[in-house]
Every structure is written in structure tokens, then in C-alpha cells.
């Protein structure tokens, strides 16, 4: 595999053992017992330092993270792109977030948020489509260089 195939296709962690720990309820002192989500990558260890609130307890699994140079003012430079993450807020008061949900960094710090099984699959979708038009206006790109260098040889 080369360097560029490594980074486009990003690693994502395995699946690990879940880690179990507790904290306490900021709001009610209750001792709650948590059990991350396999291959979390978030380090827990302020949240059972000292009471917090239950919804802001989370958790998230990450792939490698992919950047490309984005010229956005005369220089180029490195950002982050199609990011993806599955996280859970088991607490949330957004019922919806209290299962696993996906989340996708389209560019740095630019997200698709909660996205279940499906709308993920339709971010995927979305995405597959671009790439074909992209290939397609590569083949054109080919097409119009070759005229051109022809048209500037003759």
C-alpha cells in the first residue's frame, strides 16, 4: 500500500473490550456506573475526579484522520477532511443521541451531526455521487490538456 492509499483509507480502531467506570451525579450524588463504547478514545479520567453532570458524559471512536492542503488565502494548508466518528451521549436529552450515531467532519470542525445508520448511508451516497462526477471531469480535464497541448504544438 502506498502512503497516499494509506492516507486516503485511514484505519479505524478495532473493537476493544469496553471500559467500565464510574462517577458521581453532579446534580443528584448518585454514584453511576458507565461502560464506554468499544474503542473509546476519549480520556475519562477528569469526569471521575469530580462530579459532572450526567449529559455531559460521552463517548467516541475515531478513524485516523485524513488532511489535504486546502488553499484558502495564497497558502496551502493542511486540514482535516471527511472525518468520520461514531460517539454516544447516554445521558443526552436528545433521545436520539442516547443510542450510537455517526458524525462526520466534512472539513475542519465542520460537522454532520447525528446521523443514524441510514443517514449516514445517504452522507455515503451523497459523497459516492461526487466522486463519480469527479472522475468524470478528471477524464475531461485529460481530454481538454491533450487538445490543448496538440493545438499548442501546431
Partial sequence: MTVIEERITGTVPQATQPRTWQFTDRRTGEQRVFACLPGCTINHSR????????????????????????????????????????????????????????????????FIDGLDPDGLETVINTL????????????????????YRERAQA
Fill in 47 to 110: 469526569d471521575f475526579d469530580h462530579p459532572v453532570f450526567s449529559e455531559d458524559i460521552w463517548c467516541w471512536t475515531e478513524a485516523e484522520p485524513l488532511t489535504m492542503p486546502v488553499n484558502e488565502n495564497g497558502t496551502p494548508e493542511e486540514y482535516r477532511i471527511l472525518g468520520t466518528i461514531i460517539k454516544i451521549e447516554p445521558w443526552s436529552p436528545t433521545i436520539a443521541h442516547r443510542l450510537p450515531f455517526a458524525v462526520v467532519e466534512l472539513v475542519d470542525d465542520h
Fill in 128 to 147: 459516492a455521487g461526487r466522486l463519480d462526477q469527479m472522475r468524470a471531469t478528471h477524464r475531461r480535464l485529460v481530454e481538454v490538456r491533450g487538445e
